[in-house]
């Protein structure tokens, strides 16, 4: 009888999806800085052959939805975890703080849930893989998260 149990739970077990961590507002979130919803239906597709699970490292980190938009002032996520550059607001406010937080509380979620791949969204300050944006311009760059995720050797990928 414990044969057929243990059979049972390994089959069950191999029916379990994959888990990706997943931007939060490609999956139609209400999360973005502006409020906007948008959804990615490539994402959404792949909710058929993975356990996807929502993240916004900046809700995360204690900011609301709406909320000014951020830039990193100088450099990338990089520059901003070593403390050599800082996040403001278009108000001015410093958002350092919550930012770094919400990079931080992502990386634990993906350390408990063992997930080893990552989508996120692309040219944000807090998820941009290989770019952000400054001044309205498209840079060279990674978002926090997105740095603090590949200095862990996660596989990251990014989507509009």
Known sequence: MTDKINKKEKIEKSKKKEKIIVSACLLGEKCRYDGIVIENSEINKLAEKFELIPVCPEVLGGLPVPRPPAEIESGDGNTVLDRKSKIFDNLGKDVTANF?????????IIQKHKVQRVILKSKSPSCGLNNIIRKGIKIK??????????????????FE
């Open 141 to 158: 760059g990674s978002g926090v998260t997105a740095a603090l995720l590949l200095q862990n050797l996660l596989f990251l990928e990014e």
């Open 100 to 108: 770094i937080e919400g990079a931080e509380k992502t990386l634990q």
